[in-house]
């Protein structure tokens, strides 16, 4: 048997990503595992983007506390890894009298976390700071530390960090055993056997699954479904901030959500599912997000869907994270991590260093570790001289690639560069098929490019890997498909 | 003895008009009446239609040595409507070779229905 | 393929076109034929010719070049018709932006990223089509849902096939074509749902792309749960009642690897917006007067990017008559003010142009809401005292009306505003 790794992670969600990139800051040999063909493609993908203020979550469990620390270590990944991060602040709003109490206890319960900032806005404030927002609004609790990223784009950064410093990724690689033997653990998956002393459960739905391989005591986990609709772009600025509803004890409730890039996504509902595959929308969620979303930004109307989704939330019984060491030696769970997850995930990591440096792994820091990972070219926010110079240095930004989110070719290249092996991987890198015409025109493109890059067969590129093809061959006089020239 | 005439419905291809046509036959099929037409073409379709439908066929075959790898085609004259997925069934291996013009042959008379193949579309030879 | 002659982007343009399909290469045309002497053509693709390139089917042509031609053909004409009068072609390129002092930024594979300077700009970008979520279609969301026009390049140009058992939802003119394209590859075409009680495309294509393959037309029928988690593996479609609402308890499934969504076109205004161009809310186009020109002083617009047309020899006459305005424009000739705004009424979805001149003949297109048989286009000042009427024997929300209004139509005609319904006879 070869010299077994240090830490093998189970699942390329935030929370995998963010482990990896911070035990890649020390000399360890690290092997992440990522089912999916790009990481961030599972429950991340889907998720709302927000960088919670802090104060939601109950200081008593264990994601209140990791909540409103993770939301503090955001600024500096942002500024390291050169993804987009605004803090744009956020209002939870009273639409009656009833509201009030509510919005009191959350401010009472930041203050006593330590929530900086947060304040309670009358009628008249609201409506000057939002005044796209209902007439009807009473009050609001103003949050200025709730931000928005691209939950994708911070996987994609995290995982691409922790890869020039040192991190084995292994994407459309699924674990199919785990073993333990002489404080050695033994995983097999779909492309080969590994050999770990610590193996980390970050598997996101499929945490008890990987749980039971494990031998580790039972962890249920219960897919709730979360639709969410993205709105026309010509909405942006309509609202500015994060908007809440008045919590409920069971939900945050249905939000606007201005997106890091300024799109207003409306969502997400919460119902649990049984299958862990199910994303599907459907009618019923769409008009359940618009009834409740109107009631306090009436100028929001279905008409203006340019694309509709759903992500599973991983949610544990009791509803809180389940973080920690299990009876089987080596095997630590990092599970049931639903809202505050993306917000929480760098505290979750630094979590997890922690507890493997009490079990005993050395951790010897790396002198060559770049923290920084270089700026991608975002071609159309550079100043006219600026398109006009690079333009001429290097012929890949003379063609436009997408035309409704202007991305030129140059940027799909790097984008592929980077990793993107598929046409979603290129969208969620660069925005190339995300707007409203929804890759009618990029998608062709992006497939040739993919197909030169990567020399394939250009009926060999995928949507999102696996089954997911976009086209065959076509068909020869006998009817079998033509063979690739 | 009175003559029995029926009637007979088709939709005019002639132009996007699409004028509804109508074709009284008595017996033994023989036309006796055309109605519904705007113009010459689409009597004559109607009654062509009724006897031995025919169509124009537009396709792709094969390019090599060109900066796309399919030439679109079309028949030279329509051709019987049964016959149309046979004639794009034989044509589907057929590869030409680049530089090709516009209304160059690129198959003659193919499964003898009277219609040459012609290209549709000037196509430079690239290297 | 036709080559271009290289344009050198040296110097002030006359007239710069943005985009290179059958509206602008005539309105570039017809530029040249008014006098103006520096034409330029900005296009996306490796050739210009737009999106007929990938129509490879036969129909156009009929009015413009009175014979019938196919996609490719008619766009092959245009093309040369434009480079033999001198029209500078930049392909592979993409106009960017027009800067409020009419300077074009553009970006081309040959020239980088360039600022070019020009007398009167023309947008002619054509249009996009609508896709899935803009009717939420729910479900899954595999691979294998894609536009009519998306499987139409795949298999036109790309030379592949989008799969290998097909359902089509809408009976948009593209889907129709589509599936009898598909079906002359052999790939099995198990239907078209159409919500509406009526076909959305010409009936020329429902009889040659669907009766003569026996393929289905399903008329006020829907998709409602598209099923797959890779690929499409099946979608559940239902017939819906008078008000569009599905009845979910007479659904049933198909089983298909493919949804082609063939719901229509919106035009391509991403450029007009940047611009603020005032925009027509139900074109979704620019407002443009009898002239075709915009909000914007020489800056003008021809065919779908002004709104959706069913057939390219109209884009043709419309393309001739904005780019012979632009070239005069260029030439400091401004055309003469139009002194009638025109309005849609009962029954009609939109008219343009948004204006006219009782002193001028214009053609008014106009697209109505609903089929009817035996009716009468009626034009009528407000205070109801200046009525025409024009007797139609059907009209249909496919197909385009164009209306000629001529100055004698108008003699009795005192007022500033005109109202166009369709009604019942």
């Known amino acids: 048997m070869p010299e077994p790794l240090d830490v093998v992670i189970i699942g390329g969600g935030v929370v995998g990503c963010a482990i990896a990139r911070e035990l890649s800051r020390y000399r360890l040999r690290v092997c992440l595992l990522e089912k999916e063909c790009d990481v961030g493609f599972g429950t991340s993908k889907a998720n709302s983007g927000i960088i919670h203020g802090g104060h939601h979550s109950d200081p008593r469990s264990v994601k209140g506390g990791l909540e409103w620390e993770g939301n503090q270590l955001w600024d500096a990944l942002a500024a390291d890894l050169g993804f987009g991060f605004k803090r744009i602040g956020e209002l939870t709003i009273a639409l009656g009298e009833a509201d009030l ?16 900032g947060l304040e309670m806005w009358p009628a008249e404030r609201v409506r000057a700071e939002e005044p796209n927002l209902s007439p009807d609004i009473i009050a609001a609790l103003h949050a200025p530390t709730t931000g928005v990223v691209n939950p994708y784009e911070a996987c994609f950064c995290l995982a691409e960090s922790a ?8 994407t459309e690689t699924a674990v199919l055993g785990l073993s333990l033997a002489d404080d050695v653990w033994t995983v097999e998956t779909t492309r080969g056997t590994l050999h770990a002393r610590f193996v980390l459960n970050a598997a996101g739905l499929f945490s008890g699954a990987i749980a039971a391989l494990a031998g580790a005591p039972a962890l249920a986990i219960h897919p709730r479904k979360g639709e969410e609709y993205l709105l026309d772009k010509r909405l942006q600025g309509h609202i500015g901030r994060v908007i809440f509803p008045c919590p409920s004890p069971v939900s945050k409730g249905i939000l606007v959500i201005p997106t890091y890039d300024g799109t207003l ?3 997400p509902t919460a119902h649990t599912v049984d ?9 019923a969620g769409s008009d359940e997000v618009f009834a409740a979303v109107q009631r306090f930004a009436p100028g929001i109307s279905p008409r203006d869907v340019i694309a509709q989704f759903a992500g599973l939330r991983a949610a544990a019984d009791g509803d809180d994270f389940v973080i920690g060491l299990t009876d089987r030696k080596g095997f630590i769970n990092i599970a049931g991590i639903q809202s505050p997850g993306l917000t929480a995930a760098p505290a979750i990591a630094q979590r997890i260093v922690g507890l493997l440096r009490n079990e005993g792994l050395a951790l010897t820091p790396r002198d060559d570790f770049d923290p920084r990972l270089p700026a991608p070219v975002h071609f159309m926010s550079l100043s006219t001289g600026a398109q006009i110079d690079l333009a001429e240095r290097d012929p890949r930004y003379r063609r436009m690639s997408c035309r409704c989110e202007f991305i030129t070719e140059g940027e799909i290249l790097d984008a592929i560069g980077r990793g993107a092996k598929t046409l979603d991987g290129i969208k969620f890198r660069t925005r190339a098929g995300m707007g409203r015409c929804q890759g009618g025109f990029c998608a062709a493109r992006c497939m040739e490019l993919l197909a030169r890059e990567l020399d394939i067969p250009f009926t060999d590129v995928t949507k999102r890997g696996g089954g997911s093809w976009m086209a065959i061959p076509r068909l020869t006089s006998i009817g079998q498909e033509a063979s690739h020239d | 003895m009175t003559q029995t005439v029926s009637t007979a419905n088709y939709l005019c291809i002639g132009c996007p008009m699409g004028c509804r046509l109508e074709v009284d036959t008595a017996e033994e099929d023989r036309i006796v009446e055309i109605r519904g037409f705007s113009c010459k073409r689409g009597k004559e379709y109607a009654a062509q239609e009724h006897v031995d439908p025919r169509r124009n066929v537009a396709l792709t075959v094969g390019l090599r040595g060109g900066a796309l790898p399919r030439l679109p085609v079309k028949t030279s004259a329509a051709v019987p409507k049964a016959r149309v997925l046979a004639l794009c069934a034989a044509l589907r291996d057929l590869v030409v070779d680049a530089p090709v013009r516009v209304g160059q042959v690129v198959a003659a008379n193919p499964l003898g229905l009277g219609a040459d193949i012609v290209a549709t579309r000037e196509m430079r030879a690239v290297d | 393929m036709i080559s271009s002659k290289p344009a050198h982007l040296q110097g002030v343009y006359d007239v710069v076109v943005a985009g290179g399909g059958p509206a602008g290469l005539g309105a570039a045309l017809a530029a040249r034929e008014a006098g103006a002497e520096r034409v330029l053509v900005v296009d996306r693709e490796k050739e210009a010719g737009g999106i007929l390139l990938q129509c490879i089917h036969a129909g156009f042509g009929l009015h413009h070049f009175k014979e019938e031609l196919t996609g490719p053909e008619y766009a092959g004409r245009v093309l040369r018709d434009a480079l033999e009068h001198g029209v500078d072609v930049l392909s592979d390129a993409y106009a960017l932006d027009v800067l409020p002092d009419k300077r074009i930024k553009l970006m081309s594979a040959e020239h ?24 939420r279609i729910p479900g899954a969301r595999p691979a294998g849902v894609l536009t009519a026009g998306f499987a139409q390049r795949l298999v036109n140009l790309q030379g592949c096939l989008p799969g290998r058992r097909v359902a089509i939802l809408g009976s948009g003119d593209i889907g129709l074509i589509m599936a009898r394209r598909l079906t002359l590859e052999g790939v099995e075409v198990v239907g078209v749902f159409e919500l509406m009680p009526y076909a959305n495309g010409l009936n020329r294509n429902i009889v040659q792309c669907l009766r003569d393959f026996d393929i289905p037309l399903h008329l006020s029928t829907t998709v409602v749960q598209v099923h797959g988690r890779e690929r499409v593996e099946k979608v559940t479609v239902a017939p819906v009642d008078d008000h569009l609402k599905p009845l979910l308890s007479k659904a049933w499934d198909v089983p298909c690897d493919t949804l082609l969504v063939s719901i229509g076109l919106i035009p391509e205004n991403e450029l007009s917006c940047q611009m603020n161009l005032r925009l027509d809310p139900v074109t979704n186009g620019p407002v443009v007067n009898s002239a075709m020109e915009t909000s914007r002083d020489g800056v003008f617009a021809c065919g779908n990017v002004v709104h959706i047309h069913d057939l390219v020899d109209f884009v043709s006459a419309e393309a001739g008559l904005a780019g012979r305005w632009a070239g005069l424009a260029a030439q400091g000739r401004r055309p003469p003010d139009d002194n009638v705004r025109l309005s849609a009424g009962e029954n009609v979805g939109y008219c343009v142009p948004h204006s006219l001149s009782t002193e001028r003949e214009h053609t008014v297109y106009l697209r109505v809401r609903k089929p009817m048989e035996q009716s009468v286009i009626r034009l009528s000042s407000p205070d109801g005292r200046f009525t025409y009427e024009k007797k139609v024997r059907y009209v249909f929300p496919a197909e385009m009306i164009n209306l000629k209004i001529s100055p004698r139509m108008l003699q009795n005609f005192h007022g500033d505003g005109l109202r166009i319904d369709v009604l019942p006879r």
């Open chain 1, 265 to 267: 996504m409306v969502g």
């Open chain 3, 112 to 135: 980088g990223v360039r600022l070019i300077e020009t007398r009167a700009a023309v947008l002619s970008m054509g249009a996009r089509e609508r896709t899935r979520a803009a009717i």
């Open chain 1, 101 to 116: 109490p509510v919005l009191e206890n959350l401010l009472n319960r930041g203050r006593a976390k330590g929530v900086t």
């Open chain 1, 163 to 170: 890869v020039r410093n040192g991190l084995d990724l292994r």
């Open chain 1, 275 to 283: 299958n862990p595959f199910d994303l599907s929308t459907s009618a």
